[in-house]
């Protein structure tokens, strides 16, 4: 089935620096999506992506959906401690269904 | 209301015992899912509901687990007799679309002992 693979899976990072993540797929998306997970909390939604090449910006978050649209790329600049947390790419699968599909998602810490 | 609110937050339960999760959907929104998350991995799909009528279900939702929406609005997601692997977090989430993202709840977050 498909699947996403996300990498790294954690990062350590000091405050101000920048971040970047990734997520790729043996199968093609036609849309993607990045979130944010806290702890003990719900992902909450940051970027979506809906074009091949396309890049989104959120803030100091930039998303790009690849041009084979089998991966996608989560940019964090002049990373700050509310930072922290774990984020997830995801993807509705083909075929009209209303499942989104997640990666096992990148935790990144922050150190201050 | 502006978000999705699901109840109870935590729940600590003894194995073999029935617990059951409610869900609140924003209220514009005609679809909701539920989703379950283990430590270490991502969201999970469990199942989905158009308004009242339950289109998909997963394999990950085994006999003991039900799932209803009756009127469209709030949702229900019972386990029966529970074990000790249907422990996780169990997530609500709502949307006019599944390509425009899902906003999900807090989760409810269950201990089986």
């Known amino acids: 089935g498909q699947q996403l693979n996300q990498s790294p899976q954690s990062m350590f990072i000091q405050e101000g620096e920048d971040v970047s993540m990734n997520c790729t797929s043996s199968?093609?998306?036609?849309?993607w999506l990045w979130y944010k997970q806290d702890p003990g909390e719900g992902p909450v939604l940051l970027i979506a992506l809906y074009k091949a090449g396309e890049l989104t910006s959120n803030g100091r978050l930039t998303a790009q959906f690849g041009i084979t649209r089998k991966d996608s790329f989560l940019n964090i600049s002049a990373s700050i401690p509310s930072d922290v947390g774990i984020y997830f790419c995801?993807?509705?699968?083909?075929?009209?269904?209303?499942?989104?599909?997640f990666g096992k998602g990148t935790k990144l810490t922050v150190n201050p | 209301d502006t978000g999705v609110s699901q109840d109870p937050r935590h729940k600590i339960t003894k194995r073999g015992q029935n617990v059951t999760f409610r869900c609140d959907p924003i209220s514009e929104h005609n679809r909701l899912y539920w989703y379950r998350q283990t430590l270490g991995q991502g969201p999970e799909f469990l199942t989905y509901f158009q308004n009242e009528a339950q289109l998909e279900k997963s394999r990950l939702l085994s006999d003991r687990f039900s799932a209803e929406r009756p009127k469209g609005s709030f949702s229900t997601l019972e386990i029966q007799r529970t074990e000790q692997g249907d422990s996780a977090m169990y997530l609500c989430?709502?949307?006019?679309?599944?390509?425009?993202?899902?906003?999900f709840g807090s989760g409810t977050r269950l201990t089986v002992v």
């Open positions: 199968s093609i998306f036609n849309t």
């Open positions: 995801a993807g509705p699968l083909q075929g009209g269904s209303e499942k989104l599909v």
């Open positions: 989430a709502s949307s006019l679309y599944s390509i425009y993202g899902y906003t």
